[in-house]
């Protein structure tokens, strides 16, 4: 009876650990965030930290023909900082990296409909970003 007992705990602790790695193993953040604070919305990202390296993703739907106007304001203290956008294909259309207080826009004509991808990435930065999109023009 003892060992039927403990042959269902090692099945609910092997259970439990799975789960968890599925959990966490799901999450589209990586890198390291010492500070991090965030606020998302649908058309926007805003990101405060003391020390941020690896990447934020975001996305936004956009149709084939639509124009879409992306502007963005990073605060850089210290390391680099660069921004992305990529197609629905995962091709670059757009970039800049900074190692400095950096802002401005871009605006582009959507050759594909799909999710287009914001990628941040730092490079053991600190300050923010503040990134926002509008598909609406």
């Not at 403990?6 to 010492?34: H, T, Y």
Request: hydrophobic share 40%; charged share 30%.
């Amino acid at each position: 009876m003892k060992r039927l007992h403990m042959v269902k705990r090692c099945w609910m602790a092997v259970a439990l650990l799975v789960l968890a790695v599925g959990l966490f193993a799901g999450c589209g953040r990586s890198g390291l965030r010492i500070g991090w604070a965030e606020m998302t919305g649908l058309d926007r990202t805003r990101c405060t930290y003391r020390y941020f390296s690896g990447r934020e993703i975001q996305s936004f739907r956009a149709d084939a023909g639509e124009t879409v106007e992306f502007d963005y304001e990073a605060r850089v203290m210290k390391g680099a900082l660069a921004i992305r956008i990529e197609d629905p294909n995962d091709v670059e259309i757009w970039q800049a990296r900074m190692d400095a207080d950096d802002e401005g826009s871009v605006e582009f004509t959507a050759d594909t409909s799909g999710r287009y991808t914001v990628v941040v990435l730092g490079d053991e930065t600190r300050g923010g970003f503040e990134v926002e999109w509008d598909t609406g023009l």
